[in-house]
């Protein structure tokens, strides 16, 4: 069982950043791939990014290749998301996940936080 608690949302203006964090609950953080997705009001929820168990390995969804960076520290049992460049386009809910593979589809994960409020303004 993994517990994953969001933090680091807020009100933001357009271009500017803000760097979440997932903090994982238990001794087994470093054998789990991470996954970060949000969703906006009427919409589904959609992939942002993920990282391997090791870190070596990142992906982006297309919308925020460039502008987002995932990381993690598997001594602090936590991953990052930083985001810079922010759109309005990025308010939404944004959420951790954790599960066996880094996938793009939020049905290979089988643990999910509360999520975080990301709202940008223009």
């Known amino acids: 069982q993994v517990q994953l608690v969001e933090s680091g949302g807020g009100l933001v203006q357009a271009g500017g950043s803000l760097r979440l964090s997932c903090a994982a609950s238990g001794r087994t953080f470093s054998s789990y791939a991470m996954g970060w997705f949000r969703q906006a009001p009427g919409k589904e929820r959609e992939f942002v990014a993920a990282i391997i168990r090791s870190g070596v390995s990142t992906y982006y969804a297309d919308s925020v290749k460039g502008r987002f960076t995932v990381s993690r520290d598997n001594a602090k049992n936590t991953v990052y998301l930083q985001m810079n460049s922010l759109k309005p386009e990025d308010t939404a809910v944004y959420y951790c996940?954790?599960?066996?593979?880094?996938?793009?589809?939020?049905?290979?994960?089988?643990?999910w936080g509360q999520g975080t409020q990301v709202t940008v303004s223009s």
């Open positions: 996940a954790a599960g066996p593979r880094a996938e793009r589809h939020g049905y290979g994960y089988n643990y």
